[in-house]
């Protein structure tokens, strides 16, 4: 069983276009990680969230604890936005890391 | 402010072999937590430590395991590799509890 579920796998858009990209957990969590995975490249943190909302540049991240559930938000996307996206949750028991599978953006010119 | 820092960046083994890697966390942080990603699996939780003491572990076997020295450098073992142990592994630091920063990663082959 998938802790967490991202959605969807693949998203392709064109430049200037607005993202949504989903994240719905199954565990009671302490925090959500929103990171981000270049081909090749290493993994940068995006955002930690435990509730609410938070806006960095052109990215938001959402969390409704009730529905379990998070979105990360990309405006006027890039094809430098082009990345890997990996919902992450801290579990309140036992304190674990669960992963989704990662979305997969293409931006196109 | 320095990175994390991994080494070695490439390791190649064979099976049975035993393998040790090392982080070097961004000064400060105190927390070091370990991640194998695989293509077929993506990331998974290692184990976590902080000021020395296990934290919390995922689910491997006892194979993989881990330490953190005092200075909050971390290091992590696998003994007996099996040909399924080929992944990158990743470390990531944080003050506690905060945003995690993540090094490039050790990806070990095991022939």
């Known amino acids: 069983k998938n802790e967490v579920e991202q959605s969807p796998q693949n998203l392709t858009a064109q430049e200037g276009e607005f993202i949504t990209i989903n994240c719905s957990y199954s565990v009671g969590i302490s925090a959500l990680h929103w990171l981000q995975q270049h081909p090749g490249g290493g993994i940068v943190s995006l955002f930690m969230?435990?509730?609410g909302k938070k806006k960095h540049g052109r990215l938001i991240a959402t969390i409704n604890i009730q529905e379990k559930h998070s979105s990360l938000h990309i405006t006027a996307s890039h094809p430098r936005d082009s990345a890997v996206y990996i919902c992450a949750v801290r579990g309140r028991t036992g304190n674990q890391f669960y992963f989704g599978t990662g979305t997969s953006l293409t931006v196109i010119p | 402010k320095a990175g994390v820092t991994q080494t070695p960046r490439y390791l190649i083994k064979t099976r049975g072999q035993q393998v040790t890697l090392s982080c070097s966390p961004i000064?400060?942080?105190?927390?070091v937590s370990w991640y194998q990603q695989t293509p077929g699996q993506g990331l998974q939780f290692l184990f976590e430590?902080?000021?020395?003491?296990?934290?919390n572990k995922g689910n491997f076997p006892g194979r993989f395991s881990g330490r953190q020295f005092s200075n909050s450098r971390s290091e992590m073992n696998v003994s007996t590799l099996e040909l399924g142990d080929s992944a990158l592994y990743l470390c990531?630091?944080?003050?506690?509890?905060?945003?995690?920063?993540f090094g490039s990663g050790t990806q070990l082959s095991v022939l």
């Open positions: 000064s400060g942080h105190r927390s």
């Open positions: 430590y902080f000021s020395e003491t296990q934290r």
């Open positions: 990531a630091s944080s003050i506690d509890n905060e945003k995690l920063f």
């Open positions: 969230l435990s509730s």
